[in-house]
Nanobody, 121 residues
Framework: QVQLQESGPGLVKPSQTLSLTCTVSGGSITAAYVYYWTWIRQPPGKGLEWMGAIGSDGSTYSNPSLKSHASISRDTSKNQFSLQLSSVTPEDTAVYYC????????????WGQGTQVTVSS
């Protein structure tokens, strides 16, 4: 059973960089099968937004609407992948989820429980 767990600060000040980490257990983020380890967020009162992903081979993909605002990396020794969101504004307030997409299917078969991040001074 694959489990994902998000961790990071619950409160960030505007203009700072938000860093979130997803720790994966029960499966390797470098598994031979193609998975995309994904970040998704949901602002209050809005729908889910796909932010980006890192593939099992280390390839990264980002939502074009976020441009260079977001970056995704991984630490294979810890079986973790991370999201960094620079120059945050209150519009980045959301519940952030990490999830696993089965390669090429858009199907997210495992999700973390989500972590609330509030951007406020």
């Amino acid at each position: 059973q694959v489990q994902l767990q998000e961790s990071g600060p619950g409160l960030v000040k505007p203009s700072q960089t938000l860093s979130l980490t997803c720790t994966v257990s029960g499966g390797s983020i470098t598994a031979a099968y193609v998975y995309y380890w994904t970040w998704i967020r949901q602002p209050p009162g809005k729908g889910l937004e796909w932010m980006g992903a890192i593939g099992s081979d280390g390839s990264t993909y980002s939502n074009p609407s976020l441009k260079s605002h977001a970056s995704i990396s991984r630490d294979t020794s810890k079986n973790q992948f991370s999201l960094q969101l620079s120059s945050v504004t209150p519009e980045d307030t959301a519940v952030y989820y990490c999830a696993r997409e089965v390669g090429g299917t858009y199907y997210l078969d495992y999700w973390g429980q989500g972590t609330q991040v509030t951007v406020s001074s």
